[in-house]
C-alpha cells in the first residue's frame, strides 16, 4: 500500500510541470544541474505513469523475496528517485551518478528472487556494470579536465569550452567512444548485452515490470552525453559509432529472439532488438537534429509502454502457469481472456501492426531514416536500411504472434492447470497499457506535441 501511494504522489511532479514545459517555460534547479524542459518532460511523465501501473501489479503478484518488504519498498522508490534524476540531470557528474545509481538499484532488485540463478545473473550484471561504469567515468572526466565545465548546456553554449573541445577531436571522440560503450552496457545494447537474458528469467516478475523502465532515462542519457559533442565537432565517427550500434542491436536482438523457446529470454532479445531502434533514430543526428530527437524520444517511450504490458502479461502467465517454456504451453487463452487480449496488442505495436503506437513510431522511424540518408548522398544505403528495418519488423512479427499461438491457442503439451486469470490488480495495469498504445496510435499528437529538443 505504502508503496502505491507513493508512486501516486510522484505522478504529481510531472504532471502538474506539463503546461508549463509544453508552454516552452524552463524549471531548474541552481547548483544541482537539474532541469525540465520540454525535452524531457514527456519522458518524466511517462516514467512515472509507468511506475506507477506497475506498482498496481505488484499489488497482486509479490509474494516476497529476499529483501524485506520495507526494504523492497525503499530500493523500488529509490530506483524511481534515480531515473528521475536522470532524466532531469544536465551534469556530467551527476548523471554519472544517478546512472550508477540506477543500475546498482537494479542489481539489488534482481539479486531479490530466492533463487540461485538470480544471484549469478545479479553477480554477472554487476561485473559488466561495473566496467562500464569506469568508461562513463573516464568519459567525464576527459571532458571536464579538458573545459572545466561539468554543465552540458554551458559546454554548448560557451564558445571557449566548445574550441578547447573542437581542437582536440581526438580526445572529444575517445569521450563519445567511452559514453556509448559504458552506457550501452547499462542499457544492454550489442556487444555489451550479455547480463541481459541471464537477468530477465532470474529476476521476479514484478521487477521485470519495474526495470523495463529504465532504458527510457538511460537511453536519454546517452544523448544527453553524446549529442553535444556531435554539436561541438560534426565527426561522422560518432553517427557510425551510434547507428552502428542501434543496427547490430536491431538484427542481433530480433534473430536471437526467434529461436528462444523460453519466453523470458525471448522478451529480453526483443528488448534489445528495441532498444537498437530507439538509439538508431536518436542518432540520425544531421542535418535535422531536432526531428530524430523527437521521432527518438516518441519512439523509445512508445515501445517501452508496450515493452512493459508485454512483459507484465508474460509475469502473469508465469504467475498462473509456473513454467516460461511455450512449447509446454497452450490454450491459455480460455482461462486467461484478458492477459491474452493485453498481450496481442501489445505485441501487435511492437511489430508495427497499425493503430497502435508502434505502427506511427516505425512509420516516421521508416520515413526519417530514408531522408536522413538520402539528403547526406547515399540513396543505395537508404534503400538498403528501409528494406533491413522492414525485414527485421517481419521477423518480431512472426516471434511475438508465434509466441502467442503457442502460449495461448492450440493444447497444452503438458498437464498445467490454470483455473482462471490472474486478479484484477494483475490484468488491469496490463490492459490500460494496452489501451494506451491504441490511443497514442490513433492521436500520436498527445505525446508528439510534449516532445522537442533544447
Request: glycine residues 8%.
Given at each position: 500500500?505504502?508503496?502505491?501511494?507513493?508512486?501516486?504522489?510522484?505522478?504529481?511532479?510531472?504532471?502538474?510541470?506539463?503546461?508549463?514545459?509544453?508552454?516552452?517555460?524552463?524549471?531548474?534547479?541552481?547548483?544541482?544541474?537539474?532541469?525540465?524542459?520540454?525535452?524531457?518532460?514527456?519522458?518524466?511523465?511517462?516514467?512515472?505513469?509507468?511506475?506507477?501501473?506497475?506498482?498496481?501489479?505488484?499489488?497482486?503478484?509479490?509474494?516476497?523475496?529476499?529483501?524485506?518488504?520495507?526494504?523492497?519498498?525503499?530500493?523500488?522508490?529509490?530506483?524511481?528517485?534515480?531515473?528521475?534524476?536522470?532524466?532531469?540531470?544536465?551534469?556530467?557528474?551527476?548523471?554519472?551518478?544517478?546512472?550508477?545509481?540506477?543500475?546498482?538499484?537494479?542489481?539489488?532488485?534482481?539479486?531479490?528472487?530466492?533463487?540461485?540463478?538470480?544471484?549469478?545473473?545479479?553477480?554477472?550484471?554487476?561485473?559488466?556494470?561495473?566496467?562500464?561504469?569506469?568508461?562513463?567515468?573516464?568519459?567525464?572526466?576527459?571532458?571536464?579536465?579538458?573545459?572545466?565545465e561539468s554543465n552540458i548546456l554551458h559546454l554548448v553554449s560557451d564558445l571557449e569550452k566548445?574550441?578547447?573541445?573542437?581542437?582536440?577531436?581526438?580526445?572529444?571522440?575517445?569521450?563519445?567512444?567511452?559514453?556509448?560503450?559504458?552506457?550501452?552496457?547499462?542499457?544492454?545494447?550489442?556487444?555489451?548485452?550479455?547480463?541481459?537474458?541471464?537477468?530477465?528469467?532470474?529476476?521476479?516478475i514484478i521487477v521485470n515490470g519495474f526495470t523495463a523502465i529504465e532504458p527510457i532515462p538511460?537511453?536519454?542519457?546517452?544523448?544527453?552525453?553524446?549529442?553535444?559533442?556531435?554539436?561541438?565537432?560534426?565527426?561522422?565517427?560518432?553517427?557510425?559509432?551510434?547507428?552502428?550500434?542501434?543496427?547490430?542491436?536491431?538484427?542481433?536482438?530480433?534473430?536471437?529472439?526467434?529461436?528462444?523457446?523460453?519466453?523470458?529470454?525471448?522478451?529480453?532479445?526483443?528488448?534489445?532488438?528495441?532498444?537498437?531502434?530507439?538509439?538508431?533514430?536518436?542518432?540520425?543526428?544531421?542535418?535535422?537534429?531536432?526531428?530524430?530527437?523527437?521521432?527518438?524520444?516518441?519512439?523509445?517511450?512508445?515501445?517501452?509502454?508496450?515493452?512493459?504490458?508485454?512483459?507484465?502479461?508474460?509475469?502473469?502467465?508465469?504467475?498462473?502457469?509456473?513454467?516460461?517454456?511455450?512449447?509446454?504451453?497452450?490454450?491459455?487463452?480460455?482461462?486467461?481472456?484478458?492477459?491474452?487480449?493485453?498481450?496481442?496488442?501489445?505485441?501487435?505495436?511492437?511489430?508495427?501492426?497499425?493503430?497502435?503506437?508502434?505502427?506511427?513510431?516505425?512509420?516516421?522511424?521508416?520515413?526519417?531514416?530514408?531522408?536522413?540518408?538520402?539528403?547526406?548522398?547515399?540513396?543505395?544505403?537508404?534503400?538498403?536500411?528501409?528494406?533491413?528495418?522492414?525485414?527485421?519488423?517481419?521477423?518480431?512479427?512472426?516471434?511475438?504472434?508465434?509466441?502467442?499461438?503457442?502460449?495461448?491457442?492450440?493444447?497444452?503439451?503438458?498437464?498445467?492447470?490454470?483455473?482462471?486469470?490472474?486478479?484484477?490488480?494483475?490484468?488491469?495495469?496490463?490492459?490500460?497499457?494496452?489501451?494506451?498504445?491504441?490511443?497514442?496510435?490513433?492521436?500520436?499528437?498527445?505525446?508528439?506535441?510534449?516532445?522537442?529538443?533544447?
Amino acid at each position: 500500500i505504502l508503496l502505491l501511494i507513493s508512486a501516486a504522489l510522484s505522478l504529481v511532479p510531472p504532471l502538474t510541470m506539463i503546461p508549463y514545459c509544453a508552454a516552452g517555460e524552463v524549471l531548474e534547479t541552481t547548483g544541482l544541474g537539474l532541469r525540465a524542459d520540454s525535452s524531457n518532460i514527456a519522458a518524466l511523465a511517462g516514467t512515472a505513469i509507468l511506475f506507477f501501473l506497475v506498482s498496481i501489479y505488484n499489488m497482486g503478484a509479490e509474494k516476497g523475496g529476499r529483501l524485506k518488504p520495507g526494504v523492497y519498498n525503499f530500493f523500488l522508490l529509490l530506483f524511481l528517485c534515480c531515473m528521475f534524476g536522470l532524466l532531469l540531470s544536465y551534469d556530467l557528474f551527476g548523471l554519472f551518478l544517478f546512472v550508477e545509481m540506477v543500475i546498482g538499484v537494479s542489481i539489488i532488485l534482481v539479486a531479490h528472487n530466492p533463487i540461485k540463478a538470480s544471484t549469478e545473473a545479479a553477480f554477472k550484471y554487476l561485473i559488466i556494470t561495473a566496467i562500464s561504469a569506469l568508461f562513463v567515468l573516464i568519459g567525464v572526466l576527459t571532458i571536464y579536465i579538458s573545459t572545466g565545465e561539468s554543465n552540458i548546456l554551458h559546454l554548448v553554449s560557451d564558445l571557449e569550452k566548445r574550441i578547447l573541445l573542437a581542437e582536440n577531436p581526438r580526445l572529444l571522440l575517445f569521450a563519445a567512444a567511452c559514453f556509448i560503450i559504458g552506457l550501452g552496457a547499462d542499457v544492454g545494447l550489442v556487444p555489451f548485452h550479455g547480463w541481459l537474458p541471464d537477468c530477465l528469467p532470474a529476476s521476479t516478475i514484478i521487477v521485470n515490470g519495474f526495470t523495463a523502465i529504465e532504458p527510457i532515462p538511460l537511453i536519454l542519457a546517452l544523448y544527453r552525453l553524446v549529442a553535444p559533442l556531435y554539436r561541438i565537432y560534426p565527426s561522422n565517427v560518432i553517427l557510425a559509432l551510434m547507428l552502428g550500434t542501434g543496427l547490430i542491436s536491431i538484427i542481433f536482438g530480433a534473430l536471437m529472439a526467434y529461436s528462444q523457446k523460453d519466453f523470458f529470454r525471448m522478451f529480453a532479445y526483443c528488448s534489445i532488438d528495441e532498444y537498437g531502434h530507439s538509439l538508431f533514430a536518436l542518432s540520425l543526428l544531421s542535418p535535422i537534429e531536432a526531428q530524430s530527437f523527437i521521432i527518438g524520444q516518441f519512439y523509445l517511450i512508445s515501445s517501452t509502454l508496450a515493452k512493459t504490458g508485454l512483459i507484465l502479461s508474460l509475469g502473469s502467465i508465469y504467475f498462473n502457469a509456473k513454467s516460461t517454456n511455450m512449447d509446454s504451453l497452450g490454450g491459455l487463452i480460455e482461462k486467461m481472456d484478458k492477459t491474452a487480449l493485453s498481450y496481442i496488442i501489445c505485441a501487435f505495436s511492437l511489430t508495427g501492426i497499425p493503430p497502435m503506437s508502434g505502427f506511427y513510431a516505425k512509420l516516421l522511424l521508416f520515413s526519417f531514416s530514408y531522408k536522413f540518408f538520402h539528403e547526406n548522398g547515399n540513396s543505395n544505403l537508404a534503400i538498403l536500411i528501409i528494406v533491413l528495418l522492414v525485414c527485421i519488423s517481419i521477423i518480431s512479427f512472426v516471434f511475438l504472434t508465434r509466441s502467442f499461438q503457442k502460449i495461448f491457442l492450440g493444447k497444452s503439451q503438458t498437464n498445467i492447470d490454470v483455473k482462471g486469470d490472474v486478479p484484477i490488480l494483475m490484468w488491469l495495469p496490463t490492459i490500460i497499457l494496452a489501451a494506451a498504445t491504441l490511443v497514442l496510435g490513433i492521436r500520436p499528437d498527445l505525446l508528439l506535441r510534449l516532445i522537442s529538443p533544447i
